[in-house]
Antibody, heavy 120, light 110 residues
Framework: QVQLQESGPGLVKPSQTLSLTCTVS??????????WSWIRQPAGKGLEWIGR???????NYNPSLKSRVTISVDTSKNQFSLNLSSVTAADTAVYYC????????????WGQGTLVTVSS | QSVLTQPPSVSAAPGQKVTISCSGS????????VSWYQQLPGTAPKLLIY???KRPSGIPDRFSGSKSGTSATLGITGLQTGDEADYYC???????????FGGGTKLTVL
């Protein structure tokens, strides 16, 4: 079955860029009518949608993060990635990658999540 | 401040029924499908309800969803201690052109 796995540094210094990759296994990232999202959750807080990408490369971002976020996709590697620039302690969170069916917010598949701490 | 508003907590006894509300507005809940997610401690969220009231395969019919206007509701009957979790509503916001979630509701089964 299809699975998602986040990877990347667990510690990022303030003002630097947070970079994470989500690897899709057990199926092709290009098959089906899906889009691929990043969602984060600070400790003890709720879910925050960061953005999404279609395999065509089309993206949408959370307006509150738009100036700092870039999501990209590499279909040859079955991966999509998140870059978040100029990070501060407020960006410390568990970051999830997730799959949703196009035209919905039905996130039917999630990665296990990865904790990223912003600290010097 | 979340775009969608949920009560911070709800509680009920085992075997009882509980409802969790999710309040939004025209650009989000009123004009888009709502999904609900269950998050057990230390785990990723799990899809419970999609398209307002549909259950994915494997989700028991104790869980139900409904929507009316700018609000949605998750219902859970026959509460079990294993239902203790955080529950989130989510939808698309056509004005923000972004996904949005509620702040989450912690369910305690007394």
């Amino acid at each position: 079955q299809v699975q998602l796995q986040e990877s990347g540094p667990g510690l990022v210094k303030p003002s630097q860029t947070l970079s994470l990759t989500c690897t899709v296994s057990g199926g092709s990232i290009s098959s089906g009518s899906y889009y691929w999202s990043w969602i984060r959750q600070p400790a003890g807080k709720g879910l925050e949608w960061i953005g999404r990408i279609f395999t065509s490369g089309s993206t949408n971002y959370n307006p509150s993060l738009k100036s700092r976020v870039t999501i990209s996709v590499d279909t040859s590697k079955n991966q999509f990635s998140l870059n978040l620039s100029s990070v501060t302690a407020a960006d410390t969170a568990v970051y999830y990658c997730a799959r949703a069916i196009t035209g919905t917010t039905k996130f039917d598949l999630w990665g296990q999540g990865t904790l990223v701490t912003v600290s010097s | 401040q979340s775009v969608l508003t949920q009560p911070p907590s709800v509680s009920a006894a085992p075997g009882q029924k509980v409802t969790i509300s999710c309040s939004g507005s025209s650009p989000n809940i009123e004009n888009n499908y709502v999904s609900w997610y269950q998050q057990l401690p230390g785990t990723a969220p799990k899809l419970l309800i999609y398209e307002n009231n549909k259950r994915p395969s494997g989700i028991p019919d104790r869980f139900s969803g409904s929507k009316s206007g700018t609000s949605a509701t998750l219902g859970i009957t026959g509460l079990q201690t294993g239902d203790e979790a955080d529950y989130y509503c989510g939808t698309w916001d056509s004005s923000l052109i972004a996904g949005v979630f509620g702040g989450g509701t912690k369910l305690t089964v007394l």
